[in-house]
C-alpha cells in the first residue's frame, strides 16, 4: 500500500482520538504516523506526528516527553520553511518550558517564535505569541511588559477584525490591571469583554468575563468590591451549569463574609479538580485559599498541615503572584499561632518581593501597587506593636523603634512614588548632565537586579537561568557604588537627595530641641499607632509607642465635620466636641500628661 497515505490516514485518526480524549490510542496513531514517515523519509509527516504526541504528552502532564517530541517537529518543520506551524510548536515548547520550571527559557522560546512571526503569518499566530508573552512576564511580575505584550495583542486583533480575541484581550489586560490595583480600568475591561462576547453569543467567553468580575467585586482589596454582585453572578453562572470554573474565586468572598462552611468544601473540590488537570499552580492557589480558610474558621492545625502542602507546589512555581500569596498566608497562620517573631520575618520576605516587582513597573503602576498592597504594611507594623507590648522598657524597644523607622521609610516612599515624582523630575533637571547619566546607570542596575532577585525568590526550588547579556549584577558592589553616589548627593545637593533619597529614620538623630515632642501616627484600618518621642538632657527618647483602638472610619467621622466647618470658614459656630472625642481616644491617661508636660509639640 502507499505508506505515505497510511500514515496521513493514522495522524488523521490520531488528532480524532485526541479531540475524543482517549490518549492511549492517540498516541499509538501518532505512531504509527512516525513510522510511515520514517519509511517513506517525508519530514512533514515526521513533524505533525511530533507535535500531535508532543500535544498529548503535555496534556497528561508529561512535560519533559513533550518538550522532546515539540522539539523534534519544530526540526521538522524548520527544514520544510514551514514558518506558522513552526511558530506554533515554538508556543507549545515554551509551554513545557514554564511548566518544568523554566521561565526565562520559556519567555526565550516565545521572543523566537515573536521574530519569526512577520505579518505574512496568520494573525492567530501572531495574537497568540503577544498573549502567552504577556502572560509569562505576569507570572514573573513583569507588569509594564506584560501590559504592552496584551496590548499588541489586543491590537492585531483589532485589525484583524477578530472579535473573540479581541474580547480575551481585554481579559488579558483586565488581569493585570486587577494585579496593579487599578479596580475601575480592570472593570471596565471585563465590562467591555463581556459585551463583545454577549454581542457574538459566546458563552464560553461570558464564563470568563464574568470570573474576572466576580473577582474585582470580590477581591478584599478591591476599590469597587461588592460582594452581594459577585455572589449574585457567581449563582448565576452556577444555574447555567458555568460554576465549575469559578470556584477559587467565589472562596475568597465567603472568607470575607465568614461563611467558613461553604468555603471550606468548595476549596477542596477545587483542590481536587485542579490536581486532576495535573495544574499545579491551580492545586496551589486551592490549597492557600482552603488554609486560609481553615485559620479564618479557627482550625490551626489543619491551616498549618495545609499550607505546607501548598508550599511543596508553590517552591516549583515561577508565578510570583503565587509565591505572595503564600507568603501572606504564611505570615497570617504565624501571628494566629501567636509566633510574632515569626510572622515580621515572613512579612519582610513578603515586601521584598512586592518592591521587586514594583521597581520594575512605571510611576503610575507603582503608586497603585503601594495603595492596593498597603495593608501588608499595616499588619507588619501591628505585628510589631504586638511585639512590643511585651517590652515593659519603651526606651529600650526594639520592636517600636523598628515599626517607627518602618512606617517613616514607607511614608517617605509613598511620598516618592507620587507626588513626589512631580518635584523629582524637576528637581533632577537641574543636575548636571553627568550627574543624571551616572544616576540613570546605577537605576538600570538596580532595576536588573532587581528582576534577579524577584526571580531567584520564585525559583527558589531550581536553578534560575542567568540573562545572556552578561553575569549577574555584584549586589555588594551595587550597595557600594549607590552609597557612594548618594553620600555625593546628599553633600552637594541636598534638596534633591532629601526627595530622591530619603534617609533611613533613626530616633536619636531627629532634630529636636530640648524639651521639644514629637507625635508620629500610623493610621490602619482598626486602629491607630502612637509614638511619643522626646528630647530630654540633649537626647532623644521614645517615651510610649501605643494604639488607639479605634479604627480608621471612626477618624473620618469626626474630622470631615471638621474639615467642611473650617473650608467654609465658620469658626465660630464650630462644634469642636469631635477633635475633644479625637484627642481622648488618641490620648488616653497618662499619655496627655506627656505631651501638656512638653515645651513645644511637632505632629506627624
Same mark, same amino acid.
Given at each position: 500500500?502507499?505508506?505515505?497515505?497510511?500514515?496521513?490516514?493514522? +495522524?488523521?485518526? /490520531?488528532?480524532?482520538?485526541?479531540?475524543?480524549?482517549?490518549?492511549?490510542?492517540?498516541?499509538?496513531?501518532?505512531? +504509527?504516523?512516525?513510522?510511515?514517515?520514517?519509511?517513506?523519509?517525508? %519530514?512533514?509527516?515526521?513533524?505533525?506526528?511530533?507535535?500531535?504526541?508532543?500535544?498529548?504528552?503535555?496534556?497528561?502532564?508529561?512535560?519533559?516527553?513533550?518538550?522532546?517530541?515539540?522539539?523534534?517537529?519544530?526540526?521538522?518543520?524548520?527544514?520544510?520553511?514551514?514558518?506558522?506551524?513552526?511558530?506554533?510548536?515554538?508556543?507549545?515548547?515554551?509551554?513545557?518550558?514554564? &511548566?518544568?520550571?523554566?521561565?526565562?527559557?520559556?519567555?526565550?522560546?516565545?521572543?523566537?517564535?515573536?521574530?519569526?512571526? #512577520?505579518?505574512?503569518? @496568520?494573525?492567530?499566530?501572531?495574537?497568540?505569541?503577544?498573549?502567552?508573552?504577556?502572560?509569562?512576564?505576569?507570572?514573573?511580575?513583569?507588569?509594564?511588559?506584560?501590559?504592552?505584550?496584551?496590548?499588541?495583542?489586543?491590537?492585531?486583533?483589532? *485589525?484583524?477584525? *477578530?472579535?473573540?480575541?479581541?474580547?480575551?484581550?481585554?481579559?488579558?489586560?483586565?488581569?493585570?490591571?486587577?494585579? +496593579? /490595583?487599578?479596580? *475601575?480600568?480592570?472593570?471596565?475591561?471585563?465590562?467591555?469583554?463581556?459585551?463583545?462576547?454577549?454581542?457574538?453569543?459566546?458563552?464560553?467567553?461570558?464564563?470568563?468575563?464574568?470570573?474576572?468580575?466576580?473577582?474585582?467585586?470580590?477581591?478584599?482589596?478591591?476599590?469597587?468590591? *461588592?460582594?452581594?454582585?459577585?455572589?449574585?453572578?457567581?449563582?448565576?453562572?452556577?444555574?447555567?451549569?458555568?460554576?465549575?470554573?469559578?470556584?477559587?474565586?467565589?472562596?475568597?468572598?465567603?472568607?470575607?463574609?465568614?461563611?467558613?462552611?461553604?468555603?471550606?468544601?468548595?476549596?477542596?473540590?477545587?483542590?481536587?479538580?485542579?490536581?486532576?488537570?495535573?495544574?499545579?499552580?491551580?492545586? &496551589?492557589?486551592?490549597?492557600?485559599?482552603?488554609?486560609? $480558610?481553615?485559620?479564618?474558621?479557627?482550625?490551626?492545625?489543619? %491551616?498549618?498541615?495545609?499550607?505546607?502542602?501548598? %508550599?511543596?507546589?508553590?517552591?516549583?512555581?515561577?508565578?510570583?503572584?503565587?509565591?505572595?500569596?503564600?507568603?501572606?498566608?504564611?505570615? =497570617?497562620?504565624?501571628?494566629?499561632?501567636?509566633?510574632?517573631?515569626?510572622?515580621?520575618?515572613?512579612?519582610?520576605?513578603?515586601?521584598?518581593?512586592?518592591?521587586?516587582?514594583? /521597581?520594575?513597573?512605571?510611576?503610575?503602576?507603582?503608586?497603585?501597587?503601594?495603595?492596593?498592597?498597603?495593608?501588608?504594611?499595616?499588619?507588619?507594623?501591628?505585628?510589631?506593636?504586638?511585639?512590643?507590648?511585651?517590652?515593659?522598657?519603651?526606651?529600650?524597644?526594639?520592636?517600636?523603634?523598628?515599626?517607627?523607622?518602618?512606617?517613616?521609610?514607607?511614608? &517617605?516612599?509613598?511620598?516618592?512614588?507620587?507626588?513626589?515624582?512631580?518635584?523629582?523630575?524637576?528637581?533632577?533637571?537641574?543636575?548636571?548632565?553627568? $550627574?543624571?547619566?551616572?544616576?540613570?546607570?546605577?537605576?538600570?542596575?538596580?532595576?536588573?537586579? =532587581?528582576?534577579?532577585?524577584?526571580?531567584?525568590?520564585?525559583?527558589? !526550588?531550581?536553578?534560575?537561568?542567568?540573562?545572556?547579556?552578561?553575569?549577574?549584577?555584584?549586589?555588594?558592589?551595587?550597595?557600594?557604588?549607590?552609597?557612594?553616589?548618594?553620600?555625593?548627593?546628599?553633600?552637594?545637593? @541636598?534638596?534633591?537627595? !532629601?526627595?530622591?533619597?530619603?534617609? @533611613?529614620?533613626?530616633?536619636?538623630?531627629?532634630?529636636?530641641?530640648?524639651?521639644?515632642?514629637?507625635?508620629?501616627?500610623?493610621?490602619? =484600618?482598626? !486602629?491607630?499607632?502612637?509614638?511619643?518621642?522626646?528630647?530630654? %538632657?540633649?537626647?532623644?527618647?521614645?517615651?510610649?509607642?501605643?494604639?488607639? #483602638?479605634?479604627?480608621?472610619?471612626?477618624?473620618?467621622?469626626?474630622?470631615?465635620?471638621?474639615? =467642611?466647618?473650617?473650608?467654609?470658614?465658620?469658626?465660630?459656630?464650630?462644634?469642636?466636641?469631635?477633635?475633644?472625642?479625637?484627642?481622648?481616644?488618641?490620648? @488616653?491617661?497618662?499619655?496627655?500628661?506627656?505631651?501638656?508636660?512638653?515645651? &513645644?509639640? $511637632?505632629?506627624?
Amino acid at each position: 500500500g502507499n505508506k505515505l497515505l497510511e500514515g496521513r490516514a493514522a +495522524l488523521f485518526i /490520531g488528532f480524532y482520538y485526541q479531540k475524543q480524549k482517549d490518549y492511549q490510542n492517540a498516541i499509538q496513531s501518532a505512531d +504509527l504516523a512516525t513510522e510511515m514517515a520514517n519509511e517513506v523519509h517525508n %519530514s512533514g509527516l515526521a513533524a505533525s506526528s511530533a507535535w500531535l504526541k508532543g500535544d498529548i504528552l503535555k496534556t497528561l502532564g508529561k512535560h519533559s516527553e513533550a518538550l522532546l517530541f515539540h522539539e523534534q517537529a519544530i526540526a521538522h518543520f524548520q527544514q520544510n520553511q514551514d514558518r506558522a506551524s513552526e511558530i506554533s510548536v515554538l508556543l507549545a515548547k515554551a509551554e513545557d518550558q514554564n &511548566a518544568l520550571h523554566d521561565p526565562d527559557g520559556a519567555v526565550a522560546t516565545c521572543l523566537l517564535a515573536e521574530s519569526k512571526a #512577520d505579518p505574512a503569518v @496568520p494573525s492567530i499566530t501572531r495574537l497568540s505569541i503577544s498573549r502567552d508573552l504577556g502572560y509569562l512576564y505576569l507570572q514573573q511580575g513583569e507588569m509594564e511588559k506584560a501590559m504592552l505584550a496584551f496590548q499588541r495583542e489586543r491590537n492585531i486583533a483589532k *485589525d484583524a477584525n *477578530d472579535q473573540r480575541n479581541l474580547a480575551f484581550s481585554e481579559l488579558s489586560l483586565s488581569d493585570v490591571l486587577q494585579l +496593579l /490595583g487599578k479596580w *475601575d480600568d480592570a472593570l471596565d475591561a471585563a465590562t467591555d469583554g463581556l459585551k463583545i462576547f454577549g454581542q457574538i453569543k459566546d458563552e464560553v467567553g461570558e464564563t470568563a468575563a464574568n470570573a474576572e468580575l466576580i473577582n474585582i467585586y470580590g477581591d478584599r482589596t478591591s476599590s469597587t468590591q *461588592d460582594f452581594d454582585r459577585a455572589l449574585s453572578l457567581y449563582e448565576e453562572q452556577e444555574r447555567q451549569g458555568h460554576g465549575t470554573n469559578l470556584k477559587l474565586d467565589v472562596i475568597e468572598i465567603y472568607l470575607q463574609k465568614g461563611l467558613y462552611q461553604k468555603a471550606i468544601p468548595l476549596a477542596k473540590s477545587a483542590v481536587s479538580q485542579c490536581a486532576q488537570r495535573h495544574d499545579t499552580d491551580c492545586e &496551589a492557589h486551592a490549597l492557600i485559599s482552603l488554609a486560609e $480558610v481553615q485559620r479564618a474558621a479557627g482550625d490551626l492545625r489543619a %491551616s498549618a498541615a495545609t499550607t505546607q502542602q501548598a %508550599s511543596r507546589l508553590v517552591e516549583r512555581s515561577a508565578n510570583f503572584y503565587l509565591h505572595g500569596r503564600l507568603l501572606y498566608g504564611e505570615a =497570617n497562620l504565624k501571628r494566629a499561632q501567636e509566633e510574632n517573631s515569626e510572622a515580621v520575618t515572613v512579612y519582610e520576605e513578603l515586601i521584598s518581593l512586592l518592591e521587586g516587582v514594583k /521597581g520594575q513597573s512605571d510611576a503610575s503602576d507603582q503608586r497603585a501597587m503601594s495603595e492596593t498592597y498597603g495593608f501588608i504594611y499595616d499588619e507588619l507594623i501591628t505585628t510589631l506593636h504586638s511585639l512590643s507590648k511585651q517590652n515593659r522598657t519603651p526606651a529600650d524597644d526594639h520592636f517600636a523603634l523598628e515599626a517607627f523607622k518602618y512606617a517613616e521609610e514607607n511614608r &517617605a516612599r509613598q511620598f516618592a512614588q507620587s507626588w513626589g515624582r512631580t518635584f523629582l523630575e524637576q528637581m533632577r533637571k537641574t543636575l548636571p548632565a553627568e $550627574v543624571q547619566t551616572e544616576e540613570h546607570l546605577l537605576n538600570v542596575r538596580q532595576n536588573q537586579l =532587581n528582576a534577579m532577585s524577584a526571580a531567584n525568590v520564585v525559583t527558589q !526550588a531550581h536553578s534560575a537561568k542567568l540573562p545572556s547579556h552578561g553575569p549577574p549584577e555584584d549586589a555588594h558592589k551595587l550597595e557600594i557604588d549607590k552609597a557612594t553616589f548618594v553620600g555625593r548627593i546628599q553633600a552637594t545637593y @541636598p534638596q534633591y537627595a !532629601a526627595v530622591a533619597y530619603p534617609a @533611613p529614620v533613626d530616633v536619636g538623630k531627629l532634630l529636636l530641641r530640648d524639651g521639644e515632642t514629637l507625635v508620629e501616627f500610623k493610621a490602619t =484600618n482598626d !486602629a491607630v499607632f502612637v509614638w511619643i518621642v522626646r528630647k530630654e %538632657s540633649g537626647a532623644n527618647h521614645l517615651i510610649a509607642f501605643y494604639s488607639a #483602638d479605634k479604627p480608621r472610619e471612626w477618624f473620618q467621622q469626626r474630622i470631615i465635620p471638621l474639615r =467642611n466647618a473650617l473650608n467654609q470658614a465658620q469658626i465660630g459656630n464650630m462644634d469642636w466636641s469631635p477633635a475633644e472625642e479625637m484627642f481622648r481616644a488618641l490620648f @488616653p491617661a497618662p499619655h496627655a500628661a506627656q505631651l501638656l508636660a512638653s515645651k &513645644a509639640i $511637632v505632629f506627624i
